[in-house]
C-alpha cells in the first residue's frame, strides 16, 4: 500500500463483514511502501481481525518487492494456516477473497490466484494489459492471467521468498516456482478512495519484470530464433548467388545489394546472441540473494495494532 490509509480502514471492515460468522482468525500485515502520508495512530479492529501490523519500508520499492518483503516477514511464524496477497485499495475484493480460501480450503495443497475475468480499468490499460500477456507468452510459452491476488497454504511461502526472482515480479515467481496452482475467475473491484497509481510507464516496467523471471526461457528461445533466421540469411545468400549465375538479366549492383544486406543482417543475429550468451551467464555466476536474507533490512518501522491488548494499540517495535 501507498498513501492508502483510508482504503485499509475500509478493507478491515469489509473484511469483518465477509469473515464474521467464519470459524477462523485474521492477520493483517500491512506493507507501507514508504507512504509520503504517516500511518494512523489508531485503528479500530474487530473480530475475526485479532491484529494489524504496518511495516513502513525505508524506501519505496515498488509493490513486487514489497509484497516480498510482506511474506518474508511472516516466514517464520507458526500460527498460519493459509497466505493471502492482496491489494489494499478494494479492487482485490475480499468478496472473492472468500472464494478462493474455501477453494483452498478443499485443495490444501493448491495455490489459488485470482483470474480476472471482469477488469474495471480504462480501454487504454485493458489493451496494454493484453498487449504484455501476449509478450509473455510469446516470449515464454507461459500463460500469464492474474496479478498479486491469490491464496497460498503457508508451507509456500518459504519456498517463494526464497527465490531471488521474487524481487522482481511475483505472479511470474508463482509461475516459475512450479508450484500447483488453480485459477478462479474473479472481477476486479473499484478502489475505495484515491486514485490508481498504475500508469503506462509502471505498467511497462511490471511487464519486463515479469518477463526477467524467465530470462533464461527467454534467451533460449532469441538463440533458436536467430539460429532460424541466420538459416535463412545463408539460404537467402544462395539464392541470390544462383540466380546471378544462372540468369542473363543485367541489373546492375543488385547482387551485390542484396547480398551487403544480408550479410549485415547475418552479422547482427551472431553479435545480438553472442551478446545475450555473455550477460545470461555473467548473471548466473553473480550470487543471487533471495527475500528471505535481506527482507527484513528494508523495514524502518513496525507498527501493531492488537484487538486483544488495546495497550499495544500503535506499539512502535
Keep these: 500500500m501507498y498513501n492508502d490509509w483510508e482504503s485499509l480502514q475500509v478493507l478491515l471492515t469489509e473484511l469483518v463483514a465477509c469473515f464474521r460468522e467464519r470459524d477462523c482468525t485474521i492477520s493483517v500485515i500491512a506493507v507501507d511502501d514508504c507512504s509520503s502520508e504517516r500511518a494512523p495512530s ?52 475480499p ?68 527465490r531471488p526472482e521474487i524481487w522482481n515480479n511475483f505472479a511470474a515467481t508463482l509461475i516459475r516456482s512450479r508450484i500447483p496452482m488453480a485459477r478462479i475467475p474473479t472481477a476486479r473491484g473499484l ?26 526461457v527467454i534467451f533460449v528461445r532469441i538463440l533458436f530464433g536467430s539460429a532460424l533466421l541466420l538459416g535463412l540469411v545463408t539460404i537467402g545468400a544462395f539464392a541470390v548467388l544462383l540466380i546471378k549465375m544462372s ?14 544486406f544480408l550479410v549485415v543482417v547475418g552479422l547482427q543475429t551472431v553479435m545480438m546472441a553472442v551478446m545475450m550468451a555473455f550477460l545470461l551467464l555473467n548473471n548466473r555466476t553473480a550470487i543471487q540473494i533471495a527475500p528471505l536474507e535481506t527482507a527484513a533490512s528494508y523495514v524502518c518501522e513496525k507498527k501493531i495494532f492488537s484487538a486483544t491488548h488495546a495497550s499495544e494499540q500503535g506499539a512502535e517495535i
Design 247 to 260: 540468369s542473363d538479366a543485367a541489373i546492375p549492383g543488385w547482387t551485390t545489394n542484396v547480398l551487403g
Design 42 to 93: 489508531k485503528m479500530g479492529l474487530f473480530p475475526p481481525i485479532v491484529s494489524v501490523s504496518i511495516l513502513r519500508l525505508s524506501v519505496n520499492m515498488g509493490h513486487q518487492r514489497a509484497i516480498a518483503v510482506g511474506l518474508a516477514s511472516i516466514a517464520m511464524r507458526k500460527d498460519i494456516d493459509v497466505v493471502a496477497v492482496m491489494d489494499s485499495d478494494g479492487e482485490d475484493r
Design 95 to 162: 468478496e472473492e477473497l472468500v472464494r478462493l480460501i474455501d477453494s483452498v480450503t478443499k485443495n490444501p495443497k493448491l495455490a489459488v490466484v485470482a483470474q480476472r475475468a471482469k477488469r474495471s480499468e480504462g480501454r487504454g490499460f485493458r489493451l496494454g494489459y493484453r498487449v504484455y500477456t501476449g509478450l509473455f507468452r510469446l516470449s515464454t510459452g507461459q500463460r500469464i492471467d492474474f496479478g498479486n491476488f491469490c491464496v497460498l497454504p503457508f508451507e509456500y511461502v518459504a519456498q517463494l521468498i526464497n
Design 191 to 216: 478502489r475505495y478512495a484515491g486514485q490508481s497509481k498504475m500508469n503506462l510507464i509502471s505498467l511497462v516496467t511490471h511487464g519486463l519484470g515479469a518477463m526477467s523471471v524467465f530470462s533464461e
